[in-house]
């Protein structure tokens, strides 16, 4: 039996803060993201990995501020659940099952 090759790579997406008056621009907040694909000749398997990792200005408002009276989401200095699952999926050139549609666009994995 043949060996089966894959490529492996490791894709930290940065925290971001892109509030913004008009909500029609309004993204939030979001922290670092972590994703580890395993690329082979026809297509990818991924685990995403979310973080309570922020950009330190959103941290200080958050505290100095709060969230408007609202229970936070989550705890933004918690460091013992820091690291969360979010996907184990997989990234495919053709539809797997009925009904499933390619997503538009190049995927970067496939």
């Known amino acids: 039996m043949k060996a089966l ?4 790579i490791v894709h930290f997406s940065p925290a971001f803060d892109k509030r913004h008056a008009n909500p029609n621009k309004d993204y939030g907040i979001g922290s670092v993201q972590i994703r580890f694909v395993l690329q082979g000749k026809r297509g990818a398997v991924q ?3 979310g973080t309570d990792w922020y950009l330190p200005e959103s941290i200080k408002e958050y505290e100095e501020k709060g969230n408007r009276n609202l229970p936070p989401p989550i705890n933004l200095r918690d460091d013992k659940d820091f690291l969360k699952g979010w996907d184990l999926g997989y990234h495919s050139p053709k539809p797997m099952f009925k009904g499933h549609e390619l997503m ?7």
């Not at 538009?104 to 496939?110: D, S």
């Open 104 to 110: 538009e666009g190049k995927c970067e994995y496939v």
């Open 47 to 49: 685990l995403l990995l």
């Open 5 to 8: 090759k894959f490529k492996q």
